[in-house]
């Protein structure tokens, strides 16, 4: 499947922003934008590793959205046709298995789609000194200290408007769930568009190597070594690891 610019083929991926101004102007706009807090009326909030899609006449799901991404990307997949939506939240993990779940998850909403194509929206990353925001960009587009400008975003289904967002709390059960990301699980899709339901699981994980020499750590050993980029996380990283150690 070809990735077009503004109808132009893009066949260098790396040089994409630099090679097409349109798109640094939007990402220009997108930074400018003050961040809206989203509460939990119609929100459905997509994880690390995790991916839903739903479209525009679900009558439960309105907003997808995601946070927390520092070297993680925020991929949005809107089909034209019929507004079907996939958000998915990758750290590049195993970034050639989970391309295929997330086009698929898509596809599954677009069988008896007469027209209309696919938009992709990659958002998150920024600099970091080991350059893995740069490699999960390329991998996804093929098949002094910086710190990423957006952490959060979210896309309303309807309008498919995006914008830069934070969330109010945790969703249901989020450190049980982050425990199988942690421990290496692979991406699962956590919503069921036909029937309006989260569905999550059964899955199971290996147990977290030395989880009893963690948990007595102080919050900058945590910090150095549990998180793909210390310098940039978010307030509440080393809270949210050690509740989700407690589940090993």
């Not at 070297?71 to 046709?81: A, D």
């Not at 150095?224 to 949210?240: D, G, K, M, R, Y």
Request: aromatic letters at 8%.
């Amino acid at each position: 499947m070809p990735l077009l610019v503004e109808g132009r083929r893009v066949t260098r991926p790396r040089c994409c922003v630099r090679a097409h101004s349109p798109l640094e102007e939007r990402a220009r706009l997108l930074r400018g934008q003050s961040v809206q807090e989203v509460g939990p009326q119609g929100l459905l909030c997509v994880q690390r590793r995790e991916l839903a899609v739903t479209f525009p006449k679900n009558g439960s799901i309105s907003i997808l959205g995601s946070d927390d991404a520092t070297t993680c990307h925020i991929v949005v997949l809107r089909q034209t046709g019929n507004g079907a939506t996939c958000l998915t939240h990758c750290d590049g993990t195993d970034t050639k298995a989970e391309f295929p779940l997330i086009m698929n998850s898509i596809k599954s909403f677009s069988d008896h789609v007469q027209c209309g194509r696919l938009k992709v929206h990659l958002l998150g990353g920024f600099s970091d000194h080991r350059q893995l925001s740069q490699k999960l960009t390329h991998q996804l587009l093929k098949n002094e200290n910086h710190f990423p400008i957006i952490y959060g975003i979210a896309v309303n289904i309807k309008t498919a408007e995006i914008y830069r967002a934070s969330f109010q709390g945790p969703g249901p059960e989020e450190q049980l769930l982050a425990a199988g990301t942690l421990a290496g699980g692979p991406m699962i899709s956590i919503y069921d568009a036909e029937t309006e339901q989260l569905r999550i699981g059964p899955y199971s994980w290996t147990p977290f190597p030395r989880v009893d020499f963690w948990l007595q750590q102080d919050d900058k050993q945590i910090l150095e070594n549990l998180s793909t980029s210390p310098l940039a996380e978010p307030p509440h990283f080393v809270e949210f690891i050690r509740s989700t150690l407690m589940f090993f």
